[in-house]
């Protein structure tokens, strides 16, 4: 039995024929490269969702606009509008400052406007806040400056897409005076730059609003009231008219408006400004050069089609030009009795 089993053990088992070199190599060959196939294949993968996701944010990050050769003092008045009403396109990355006219009615502020907007690269954007609804509370001129600054404030003067300065006319007594702070406060966060304008001589200022006043009612130019005049026959016919002034009241109302002027400068003083006369930009409209330094535009020759109305001397402009003299004299008002320039 033994020598069975041994015979069943050694010879009855079928032994596997041996493999062939060359057929592992193969396999194995195989199998690395099905392997490889598979790796790769996720490997491009894991490449193709990294690459498509840098590629959606180079087109969803914008690369923001820089202020450069631009001091650091400056920085805070430069700023890149992005309009929600229209693109800027090329002139995207072009820095824009802001700026307000700080004013008193008849204080020559419309022709100096007029001598900014012909500026290729300024806006200035009239009365904003003549109208009530603008100026009924803080937050509607707060509201209102943001669509101003935003280059979403639409006028007859916007330049849009290269515009390098926007502003407005702000007259004190339109919402400017009553607000003063938080107006202030809103300047320097948005580094609104403020252009004071007024008139020295107040007298020629009061005569110039009676008479505008007077026309509004009257209509001497064909029928329309003008406030301003392009050609020197209208200027002629409104200045026919001749006002009787209240001297009662002339020193009183003299003195609220200077110290109106003086309170708003001392409001804006912390602001970044420049104080400004009618009567020093007539005698010497150099000072216009100044103006374009100040809101850092190309310098230009600036001009207005506007025509002067109250020409001359006083004495020839008022109805009881006696009884206004005898008011003045020996009061600090007394050099406003004399002319203070030519024209």
Avoid at 80 to 90: I, L, M, V, Y
Avoid at 214 to 236: C, F, I, M, R, W
Avoid at 250 to 262: E, F, P, T, Y
Wanted: with cysteine; net charge positive; hydrophobic share 40%.
């Amino acid at each position: 039995m033994a020598d069975d089993f041994c015979f069943f053990s050694k010879e009855s088992i079928i032994k596997p024929p041996k493999a062939s070199p060359m057929m592992l190599r193969m396999v194995v060959l195989i199998f690395a490269m099905v392997c490889g196939v598979y790796i790769c294949s996720i490997g491009l993968k894991q490449i193709g969702v990294h690459t498509t996701g840098r590629i959606v944010s180079v087109h969803v990050v914008e690369k923001p606009c820089e202020a450069t050769d631009i001091e650091p003092s400056e920085k805070p008045y430069v700023h890149f509008p992005k309009p929600k009403t229209f693109s800027r396109a090329e002139c995207a990355c072009n820095p824009v400052r802001n700026f307000a006219i700080l004013s008193t009615q008849r204080s020559g502020s419309g022709w100096f406007e007029t001598l900014l907007n012909s500026h290729i690269n300024i806006s200035s954007n009239g009365e904003i806040f003549s109208v009530k609804v603008r100026k009924s509370n803080v937050s509607t001129i707060l509201d209102t400056l943001d669509k101003l600054y935003n280059l979403d404030f639409f006028t007859s003067a916007s330049k849009n897409e290269c515009t390098a300065a926007v502003g407005l006319k702000w007259m004190l007594n339109q919402g400017l005076m009553q607000n003063h702070e938080q107006i202030v406060d809103y300047f320097k966060t948005r580094g609104v730059s403020a252009i004071f304008l007024f008139r020295r001589n107040l007298l020629r200022r009061m005569i110039s609003m009676l008479a505008n006043s007077y026309d509004q009612s009257a209509k001497l130019v064909n029928g329309t009231h003008k406030s301003h005049v392009h050609s020197p026959k209208e200027a002629e016919m409104l200045a026919s008219y001749k006002p009787t002034i209240n001297t009662t009241l002339l020193i009183r109302n003299l003195k609220q408006v200077d110290n109106m002027a003086i309170k708003a400068v001392q409001y804006f003083n912390s602001t970044r400004h420049i104080i400004l006369f009618y009567e020093d930009i007539i005698k010497n409209q150099t000072i216009l050069n100044d103006v374009q330094d100040f809101l850092k535009v190309p310098k230009r020759d600036l001009h207005s089609r506007q025509v002067k109305i109250h020409k001359g001397t006083l004495s020839s402009q008022v109805e009881n030009w006696v009884d206004v003299e005898k008011t003045l004299k020996g009061t600090p008002y007394e050099s406003f009795l004399h002319a203070d320039y030519k024209i």
